[in-house]
């Protein structure tokens, strides 16, 4: 089992470019999530999904867009992009809602300039 | 006031003490608790998982739950050097997870 894949692992983007970060899981778990990590912060929840086709905000949202087509990807779309972004993206998944222990990816580290 | 919140840290402690890690959340319906392990420029790790009153041993790891004060910590017995980290407190809730800001250990050989 690979686990949660990201890619890519880094990018840079100029001010007003659009992208999306790509997650994939092999381990059949129903529920993802997409956070980000500010230097010497904690994770902040962007989006989350409990299954295919259903998705919901988290704490930060805002300039963010998700969809889950399949139990195995869910990908992450940045539309006009702002130095505010710049961040390291990490997108997890669980198999269960109230276990709550969550599997990370390896991480996309993102540049906004 | 911040939903979870962490010593501030950074600790320091010498390798074969006992590193105590503390976590206070605010959300008193919270229904399990999470310590992940995040070393530098890597992604989390979880290390360990509670979900009632008291505590919960895994080898080195201690976790320690107290709802009634909505405390929440972790003790790691013999600190060794490949425990320094970044030790993330999860607290969960309906399927979503909130993170506290984390608290740097450092073990000093």
């Known amino acids: 089992n690979a686990g949660v894949t990201q890619t890519p692992k880094f990018r840079i983007l100029k001010i007003g470019q659009s992208m999306t970060l790509q997650c994939t899981q092999d381990?059949?778990?129903?529920?993802m999530y997409w956070y980000r990590q500010d230097p010497g912060m904690g994770l902040k929840l962007i989006y989350y999904s409990v299954g295919a086709g259903i998705t919901d905000k988290g704490e930060v949202p805002n300039g963010y867009n998700v969809s889950r087509s399949t139990t195995e990807d869910f990908p992450l779309r940045l539309e006009l992009a702002a130095p505010s972004q710049t961040s390291v993206y990490f997108c997890?998944?669980?198999?269960?809602?109230?276990?709550?222990?969550?599997?990370f990816g390896p991480g996309t580290r993102l540049t906004v300039t | 006031q911040k939903e979870v919140e962490q010593n501030s840290g950074p600790l320091s402690v010498p390798e074969g003490a006992i590193a105590s890690l503390n976590c206070t959340y605010s959300?008193?319906?919270?229904?399990?608790f999470f310590w992940y392990r995040q070393y530098s420029g890597k992604s989390p790790e979880l290390i360990m998982s509670i979900y009632s009153n008291g505590d919960k041993e895994d080898g080195r790891f201690t976790a320690q739950l107290n709802k009634a004060s909505q405390y929440v910590s972790l003790l790691i017995r013999d600190s060794q050097p490949s425990d320094s980290a970044t030790y993330l407190c999860a607290v969960t809730n309906a399927g979503k997870s909130t993170f506290g800001d984390g608290t740097t250990l450092t073990v000093k050989p």
């Open positions: 959300d008193r319906v919270s229904q399990s």
């Open positions: 997890a998944s669980s198999p269960t809602a109230t276990g709550g222990e969550q599997y």
């Open positions: 381990m059949n778990h129903n529920y």
